[in-house]
């Protein structure tokens, strides 16, 4: 396992602006929380202007190996590293209405390497590592009386083949009592691939009258994606991919130990929702690009539990179940056990276990007809079954971390994956909470 990288630039960002948030009147305080909806009052604030609230930064380092990569047709390396680092400021001020108005600016920076995506070419001299960065942007309002919410957002993400842009609006409605709470999001991500090829079949790419793209490969030619893809700058044939999600949640807690919250997604996607450089090799032998259908349709249902055992203990538990009209579904099953040592340092191992069926368009390594209409040998589609376990502790003392009063928490966690198609993982982050 290799250190954790913390970016320098960033933390000497996060200590500019809490040096900052430090001359602002009355900074408000942080306590344990899981997230429960509480009762709202705004009766403590005063009309103020814009000040820093909250300030949040986490790194990590992600490692994984497996023999399953879809560049290479379902076999070969899926060594993976991943190096990341988030900042997240939280601004508010309260409004004429003393209504409390919150900012938030995240930015996301991950550079990460894999060496399967060498072998794009046959040569194995393709790009083998990319940066992305994804900033974001969310204002928020709360109702001072009822506690009621409405908010705006918006996302970018992007790498060297891939850009997506998104937005959502968001609200959220509080029962009289305040124990109960019904939220909703609205999302819609607007995606452009850059069709990168296989180095074998670039030869060979030529374009329709109809304004449809074809490669010819050794399997005849394959259609990659109809009009309405356009060119990038570089020349490289780009394809759009849409995203819209509905996401609702009712929130209930049912007494002073126990809470619970519904959830429940419907996702449409609409485009190009296949990738070009991930081959599929027939039962010939012979080999062509990944093909899939141009619409998908997801359906995640879950349910949340937090349950305060006595004083000291606290268990946070998790299901989901998926189905989409691919023909796979999966089950999904998380248990955490956050157990607090003294009221400012807590430890929380946990478990997760994940059961999938396979898509009807999957198939390892030459195992797909030649007369198949889709086709792909990624392994995300694959039935398999997955396990992730690890740890987290949390330090949070009220006189601030070593002393340093606005370094609210501390907190470090690590997670081991493995999957039964030979897949494992290895995470670790850490993150510093300032206010």
């Not at 209504?99 to 894999?114: A, R």
């Not at 012979?286 to 998908?296: A, G, N, V, Y």
Request: contains cysteine.
């Amino acid at each position: 396992m290799k250190k954790v990288y913390l970016s320098l630039f960033g933390f000497a960002l996060l200590c500019r602006l809490n040096a900052y948030a430090q001359t602002a009147p009355d900074s408000s305080k942080h306590s344990f929380s899981l997230a429960v909806p509480v009762k709202s009052d705004s009766s403590n604030y005063n009309s103020r202007k814009l000040h820093v609230d909250e300030i949040n930064l986490i790194s990590s380092y992600y490692s994984q190996n497996g023999d399953h990569s879809a560049v290479t047709g379902g076999i070969g390396t899926e060594q993976v590293t991943d190096v990341s680092n988030g900042l997240d400021l939280k601004l508010a001020w309260l409004g004429n209405n003393r209504n409390k108005n919150t900012l938030s600016f995240g930015l996301g920076i991950d550079h990460h390497t894999s060496a399967s995506s060498a072998y794009v070419t046959t040569t194995g001299l393709g790009k083998k590592d990319g940066t992305r960065i994804y900033p974001s942007l969310d204002w928020t309002v709360e109702n001072a009386k009822s506690g009621n919410t409405f908010g705006l957002g918006t996302y970018y993400s992007g790498e060297y083949n891939y850009k997506s842009l998104g937005a959502d609006m968001h609200f959220s409605i509080k029962t009289d009592d305040k124990n109960g709470e019904f939220s909703a999001k609205l999302q819609g991500y607007f995606d452009h691939v850059t069709l990168i090829y296989p180095s074998e079949f670039v030869t060979t790419l030529t374009t329709a009258p109809a304004g449809s793209t074809y490669i010819t490969t050794a399997s005849g030619n394959v259609v990659l994606s109809s009009s309405g893809g356009t060119t990038s700058a570089a020349g490289l044939a780009t394809s759009p991919r849409n995203t819209y999600t509905a996401a609702f949640s009712y929130s209930q807690i049912i007494n002073s130990r126990l809470q619970v919250m519904l959830l429940a997604d419907v996702v449409t996607q609409h485009g190009y929702l296949s990738l070009p450089f991930h081959r599929v090799y027939f039962t010939n032998g012979k080999d062509t690009i990944e093909h899939l259908p141009s619409s998908r349709f997801k359906l995640p249902l879950g349910l949340r539990a937090n349950y305060f055992l006595g004083d000291n203990i606290i268990l946070k538990s998790y299901y989901r179940y998926y189905i989409d009209n691919w023909g796979s579904h999966s089950n999904t099953a998380n248990l955490e056990i956050v157990y607090k040592i003294s009221p400012f340092f807590s430890i929380s191992p946990f478990y997760r276990y994940y059961t999938q069926s396979a898509s009807k368009y999957f198939a390892p390594y030459e195992e797909h007809a030649p007369t198949d209409t889709y086709y792909t040998s990624n392994y995300e589609y694959a039935q398999f079954q997955s396990s992730f376990f690890g740890a987290g502790i949390r330090i949070a003392p009220p006189r601030g971390v070593l002393g340093w009063q606005s370094l609210h928490d501390l907190e470090l966690r690590y997670g081991h994956y493995s999957q039964t198609t030979g897949l494992v993982s290895d995470v670790v982050s850490v993150g510093f909470g300032f206010k």
